[in-house]
């Protein structure tokens, strides 16, 4: 009975999710209802509000499902990776970006990205803060793992480039959300410009 009930506990969660999502992209994150999300959600205000304080911890909630999603699919990148260093940072960085938009608007990350600054002690602020790390440590182990591999130069700190290489993404991402016109393929373009060098740098295996 016990396994039933999680079960139907992280069904109702996933409705909430979805129900949100589809409103904050449909009405804006501003005009979305909470009544609207539990009505879509097919659950009562009483029990959204027994998973979910607010409209804030909806969103963060569905930036945890977002990049948890992102990092499975990342895993598989790195259990066996190309061999380019280039093209491995490309492939998992793209893997990364592919998916931001799957759940999220610009607008709602924006939201997501302030609350997560303004709300630093809130439980799922500091998730959206961990999954930062997650998805950083990621990068440390694709690199480590080419490392391991004869692809990245052994002296190099695996965890300094890593960190780098995340921190860059990451600002860009930042940038790619505060401007609505920008197409993903130019925040794919610019990124993989920007890594090239360090990945020439890194590389054991020298271009001629």
């Known amino acids: 009975m016990a396994g039933l009930r999680e079960k139907q506990k992280a069904d109702k969660n996933r409705r909430i999710l979805e129900a949100a999502t589809t ?17 879509m959600a097919e659950v009562s205000v009483g029990t959204l509000y027994n998973y979910y ?10 930036v945890s499902m977002e990049v948890t999603e992102v990092l499975e699919a990342g895993e ?12 491995a940072l490309r492939t998992l960085i793209e893997q990364y970006y592919d998916h931001s938009l799957f759940y999220l608007s610009k ?11 303004q709300q630093p002690e809130t439980p799922l602020s500091r998730r959206y803060t ?6 950083s440590a990621q990068i440390v182990r694709l690199v480590a793992t ?11 700190e695996a965890q300094a480039i890593g960190e780098v290489i995340f921190n860059n993404l990451n600002m860009m991402f930042i940038e790619f959300a505060k401007v609505e016109a920008m197409p993903l393929e130019v925040l794919k373009t610019r990124v993989a410009a920007q890594h090239r060098p360090i990945a020439a740098l890194i590389s054991s295996v020298k271009a001629v």
């Open 23 to 39: 409103l904050f992209r449909e009405s804006g994150y501003d005009n979305a209802r909470i009544e609207d999300i539990a009505e």
């Open 53 to 62: 304080q607010n409209k804030g911890d909806i969103l963060v909630a569905t």
């Open 76 to 87: 598989r990148v790195i259990a066996n990776p190309p061999l380019n260093v280039e093209e």
């Open 107 to 117: 607008e709602m990350w924006r939201t997501a990205m302030a609350i997560s600054i």
């Open 130 to 135: 961990e999954l930062d790390s997650e998805l």
């Open 146 to 156: 080419l490392q391991k591999r004869g692809a990245v130069i052994a002296s190099i």
